[in-house]
């Protein structure tokens, strides 16, 4: 995660202000088409960090269980990874 943790702190940030603006549109009443188009971005993004952070773990954490010979704890790993994302 530490290579990609500048990346990931922007694209929190990114969303933070998503939500900020989100909740400004409810504030204001904004059109719901409008309101739901910008809660998609928003879920789009969160998903971008998901699937870094995803990529980071089985490529790294993962790799290093499988290499120590912690195939068991990497594999429910695995399929614990999946299950989230599957949700």
């Known amino acids: 995660?530490?290579?990609?943790?500048?990346?990931?702190?922007?694209?929190l940030k990114i969303i933070e202000g998503q939500i900020r603006g989100l909740q400004n549109m409810i504030e204001k009443d904004t059109y719901c088409i409008d309101v739901i188009t910008?809660?998609?971005a928003i879920k789009q993004s969160l998903s971008s960090i998901e699937d870094t952070l995803m990529e980071g773990h089985l490529g790294h954490c993962v790799v290093n269980q499988i290499k120590k010979g912690q195939t068991e704890k990497a594999t429910g790993e695995i399929l614990k990874v999946y299950r989230l994302k599957r949700k």
């Open 1 to 11: 995660m530490q290579t990609n943790k500048p990346k990931l702190i922007r694209h």
């Open 38 to 40: 910008q809660t998609s």
